[in-house]
């Protein structure tokens, strides 16, 4: 059993609005405990703003800048860069965003602030798609998912976000899973240690946008990192990749029949993802040993 | 009159670049475009130079220049940004978002026609159609003007909380060079209180900045905006005195040029005045009485001091270089609705002139006066040919 080791220092409150049993509260909850006070969070659009509270309630003991929906990686420039010039240097900030956020109409300025190399830490949470607006295909969907917008499935593959970012040769990026908590706790200590553009993407299994149980977030994230569908690593400079996990333990198939995004898919479908998921992984494992 | 020192010649936009550098701001995101660059460049220079101690930041697009405005603002900066046009454009969404956070960030704009069809003309279309997302906005006509506009502005917007824009028209103004007196560091520094706000993004408060609320909360942070823009005026008025005792440069929300015992007024924003003066100074010469009143500041307009301005006045004619396609000439319509009601109210003709950045001479001018002194007035904004 995976046992979770870290002090709850009380930067996330309970009597937040997220849907019971959501596993971004959960993420949440490690992360801004591991990053502790000294931190300022910029939060576009999406659940987590609504996690955090409507006015005048915080769920957040660290400010919060709320901004507009494409524009987290800007806004977080601007607020390490004030703390600059008024001489606060360590504060860590850090964008809480999600996937819409990030993967699509925020993508333009995340790239802008990588290739500034920006003193920021950037928490995608990826619940491959815009659920906080009821469930509509993003650029992060991954191919035959049913969404809001794509009621036959959807016709395209997921974005690679991470080998985007990997090319603007940042000092570090990493993907973590809430079912995998100590080495989400691990890898934000890790990326709040550097200085210059740091990306976290966490795995967030919805449970209304994938038609999960609610008790079965966490299961779901697992199952992703075990069938290989979301690898857990590390990407350090750009090329130095290392797998946090480099192996496998079962098939595609559990994962997507518990999970009503997949209700469509033919055994023709399911193979080709099949397909896909094992030469994605041998290309990762690839890039990991040289 | 005092002798005037330390002269310099500048183009309008390097103008507002010293008087950015004097204004010490802390953070500066910028993003070229013509007809702004020059500013940016000077800025860069001045940085490189280790005269300007500010963090720089060059994202990829006005629209994150804008949002590292409102969040280093929120986060306690002074803040400056530069833009034209489609950049301004393109902050459309941030700028109603920096007024709403009641970030005090100083942006001055270039006005030039926006596409399409692409062009590069003097045009105020791009900053009037920004009118209503909040900003205190301000129009120059000088290169001395822009930069002891730029170092009031940051007194006016810091001092209550409202994002300030200033605009001069692209290339009249924006690279037109003229001797420009810079003052003392010394003198702004005194002139300039520290920024020092009391809410702000700061982890030994705790406060959060944007966060979703209620209709009722909404209302209330539009109302408050309100209250501040209604001491916009007084502000700059007693911001331009106080420049005015240092510098011998006093400004105010409008001004009056040989208004008195005028038949005819000319009232019109940037550039123009430039041209209007040397029309009104050869109309006076041949005994014509014709005055302008210049209208420096926009928003908020000053409708009372509009009001008794004009009171009694024969006849008015409004120059405007910008078109609201439907509606016509955007300070005709803003001055029709401040004149309404008076009795003693002047006929109230409005020229769409220079319109995409077409020259207007003095000759011109002073035609048009001839041509409207006794004229009826059209409700609808007349072209100019």
Known sequence: MDMIDYPDGEQFSPGHVACAGCAEALSLRVILNTLGADAIAVVPPSCTAVICGGYPLSSVSIPVQHTTLESAAASASGVKRSLNALGKTNTTVVCL????????????????????????????????????TGGQKSSSTPLNAITGSTPAGKLSRKKNLVEILAAHRIPYIATCSPAHLSDMSAKIKKAASIRGTKVIMVIIPCLPGWGVADDAAVKTARMAVDSGVFPLYEVEDGVDYTMTIDTRNQSVNAYLKQQKRYRNLSDKNISDIQADVDKEWEYLLGRARK | MKEKQ???????????????????????????????TP?????????????????LLTPESEHSAMSACVAASLTGARVFTATSSQGLLLMHELLHYASGARAPIVMFNVNRTPGSPWAFWPDQIDSLSQRDTGW???????????????????????????????????????????????????????????????????????????????????????????????????????????????????????????????????????????????????????????????????????????????????????????????????LHQELKSALFGMRDAPRVHGLLAGVGGVNVSSNKIQQLVAEYADAKPSNDSVWVE
């Not at chain 1, 956020?101 to 925020?106: E, S, V």
């Not at chain 2, 010649?9 to 702004?36: C, F, M």
């Not at chain 2, 500013?39 to 963090?55: M, N, P, V």
């Open chain 2, 39 to 55: 500013i940016l460049e000077k800025l860069t220079e001045f940085h490189s130079q280790g005269e300007l101690d500010a963090e």
């Open chain 2, 6 to 36: 330390n002269l310099q010649l500048l183009s309008g936009n390097h103008a507002v670049s010293w008087g950015v550098k004097l204004a010490r701001p802390h953070v500066a995101p910028l993003y070229p475009i013509t007809p702004q």
């Open chain 2, 136 to 330: 205190i906005k301000m129009y120059s006509e000088s290169p001395q003007e822009s930069l002891d506009t730029v170092i009031q502005a940051f007194r006016i917007a810091e001092k209550l909380a409202l994002p300030l824009m200033i605009s001069h028209d692209a290339f009249y103004v924006s690279h037109a060079v003229e001797p420009v007196e810079l003052p003392q560091q010394e003198l702004v520094d005194n002139f300039l209180p520290a920024y020092n706000p009391e809410l702000r993004l700061d982890t030994s408060l705790g406060q959060s900045f944007g966060a979703p609320i209620d209709q009722a909360t909404w209302n209330r942070s539009r109302r408050e905006a309100g209250e501040a823009m209604a001491r916009v005026e007084n502000e700059v008025l007693e911001t331009g005195k106080a420049w005015g005792e240092l510098t011998g440069r006093s400004y105010a929300a409008l001004e009056n040029y040989r208004t008195e015992a005028a038949d005819t007024i000319i009232v019109t924003m940037g550039s123009m005045c430039g041209t209007v003066r040397d029309a009104v100074d050869a109309l006076r010469d041949q005994g014509t009485a014709v005055g302008l009143l210049k209208v420096r500041q926009f928003r908020p307009l000053p409708v009372q001091t509009l009001r008794d301005s004009l009171a009694g006045i024969p006849s008015v004619l409004v120059l405007d270089r910008n078109y609201s396609p439907g509606m016509g000439g955007i």
């Open chain 1, 97 to 132: 965003a999600g996937d819409g956020g990030t993967y699509d109409i925020g993508l333009q300025a995340l790239s802008s602030a990588a290739e500034r190399n920006e003193d920021i830490l950037y928490v995608c949470f990826d619940n491959e798609g815009y659920m906080n």
